[in-house]
């Protein structure tokens, strides 16, 4: 050991420090949550048009995943909230970048909008995974393609990709650490405004540490309490 | 139209040098460190074991930025010094990638059948042997366009180094973004060069993944 270094627990719960911290683990809940839905809808969308008939319905799912998942969540972040603006002309953009809160906002999409090309994959290896006389039974009881998708395959592949889908869930919270970055006060922004104040990062971040752990474990038990909640008896699962 | 990135070119790609350094350096250590936690998670020695798994679910379970600050934070504390950035980042990194190396290779380890082994014994190697000779070599081919994946994740992962104020790319970008308020094309340019590279990396990985098919 170098420095002499006094460790100061108490950073985790004296006031205001332990609030901060609490404050923070709420907004990290907010965005993994709010960024979920956008990722399951939009992911399950293009996981869908991935497989479609239509040439150019692949191609343009294709190219969302390959383009969302080559660049780092970083970059994508700071475009959207640094050059997403300007994208919409010089009146506009000055009301835009004159919303309270706009980087909460841009960090919920950008999360679900980066994740959702995770969950497409995933959906599609589910899509794979179901027997090809599945679809044509679906479809020679008079179903439609789409009510065959939407009674039959995404039923089946979504309990399919449960245990994927748990980590990628896992992934959305440590992920929104991310974006401490653009200036939203979640868990691990927190950590480091109290090493600012008190210079005991080091405590700040171990317990930031702990509480990732335990949403990490809540994520788990929620994900298997859904998984025996929905199971078909007969398909395949985890156990 | 890529004015502000042509003026500042230089400075950029110094960044862009800074990244692809550290990538390299995270992926040197990682896979090295990886190699031994991937043995740690399949030996029988409960003290190798446990300590091993701990590590791996203890590191897989927290974000890369916080490991990253907590190295920033508490290597001065070791060393005694404060430390620069860019080692600070270093040892983050292949602490952090260790952990997903290691697991990739488990997986590799454990497709190795027991025959292999045990014919690796029976010509009279010892455990180091048949570990360096056998198991590492096979298992590192059969899970090369994971390794190749993670490698991806890795260099992708690079630019977090950002928070400790490291100059890489993205923090080169956003300084260079704060004079010239060029943000679509400056932030584009970041975009598109990590596509670039990705994409064509995850190509090569895909034609590893056909290749395999060749047994060993």
């Known amino acids: 050991m170098g420095i002499a270094y006094n460790f100061d627990w108490g950073v985790l719960w004296r006031q205001p420090y332990g609030v901060w911290l609490l404050k923070g683990v709420w907004l990290t809940i907010q965005l993994g949550l709010l960024g979920w839905f956008i990722a399951l809808a939009l992911g ?50 000055f009301r835009i970048n004159a919303i309270i809160g706009l980087n909460y906002y841009v960090a919920i999409v950008a999360l679900g909008l980066y994740t959702a090309s995770r969950v497409a994959e995933h959906v599609r290896a589910g899509f794979g995974s179901i027997a090809r006389d599945q679809y044509q039974a679906a479809l020679s009881t ?23 889908l748990t980590t990628e869930f896992l992934t959305i919270f440590k992920n929104s650490s991310i974006a401490m970055t653009i200036g939203v006060a979640e868990a691990t922004f927190m950590s480091y405004k109290i090493d600012s104040e008190t210079f005991h990062g080091l405590e700040a971040t171990t317990g930031a540490m702990a509480i990732y752990l335990i949403l990490g ?3 788990v038990k929620l994900m298997g309490i859904l998984e025996s909640r929905f199971r078909i008896a007969g398909l395949v699962g985890r156990k | 139209m890529f004015d502000a990135v042509a003026k500042n070119i230089s400075y950029l790609l110094g960044g862009y040098w800074i990244t692809v350094k550290l990538t390299m350096f995270a992926l040197a ?21 446990y300590p091993v798994t701990f ?8 974000p890369l930025i916080l490991v990253i600050f907590w190295f920033y934070f508490v290597m001065p504390i070791i060393v005694g010094s404060p430390m620069d950035p860019f080692p600070s980042a270093v040892i983050s990194f292949i602490i ?9 290779l488990r997986a590799g380890y454990q497709s190795v059948s027991k025959g292999q082994i ?6 009279g190697l010892t455990y180091i042997q048949t570990t360096r000779y056998i198991l590492i070599p096979i298992a590192l081919r059969r899970m090369l366009p994971s390794m190749i994946t993670q490698s991806i994740v890795t260099y992708q992962d690079t630019c977090l180094a950002f ?10 970008t956003t300084i260079v973004d704060n004079l010239e308020v060029r943000s679509i094309q400056l932030f584009g340019f970041v975009a598109i060069l990590f596509l670039i590279t990705c994409y064509i990396s995850s190509a090569v990985s895909r034609r590893f993944e056909v290749k395999r098919e060749r047994g060993y």
Do not use: C, H
Not at chain 1, 153 to 159: F, N
């Open chain 1, 44 to 93: 399950i969308f293009i996981g869908t048009i991935r497989i479609s008939r239509w040439r150019w319905l692949r191609f343009l799912g294709t190219a969302y995943v390959e383009v969302f998942r080559n660049i780092p969540f970083l970059v994508q972040l700071f475009f959207w909230y640094y050059a997403g603006p300007m994208l919409f002309g010089q009146t506009l953009q």
């Open chain 1, 142 to 164: 008079g179903l439609t393609e789409v009510q065959m998708y939407r009674y039959v395959i995404i039923p089946y592949a979504l309990r399919i990709i449960i245990p994927p």
């Open chain 1, 217 to 219: 474990l809540a994520v």
């Open chain 2, 29 to 49: 250590g990682g896979i090295s460190l990886g190699i031994l936690v991937g043995l740690g998670r399949i030996s029988r020695k409960k003290w190798v074991y």
């Open chain 2, 55 to 62: 590590y791996v679910n203890l590191i897989r379970n927290i």
């Open chain 2, 96 to 104: 952090f990638e260790a952990t997903y190396f290691g697991e990739i």
């Open chain 2, 118 to 123: 045990d014919a690796g014994y029976s010509t």
């Open chain 2, 163 to 172: 928070v400790i104020g490291l100059p890489e790319f993205v923090r080169r």
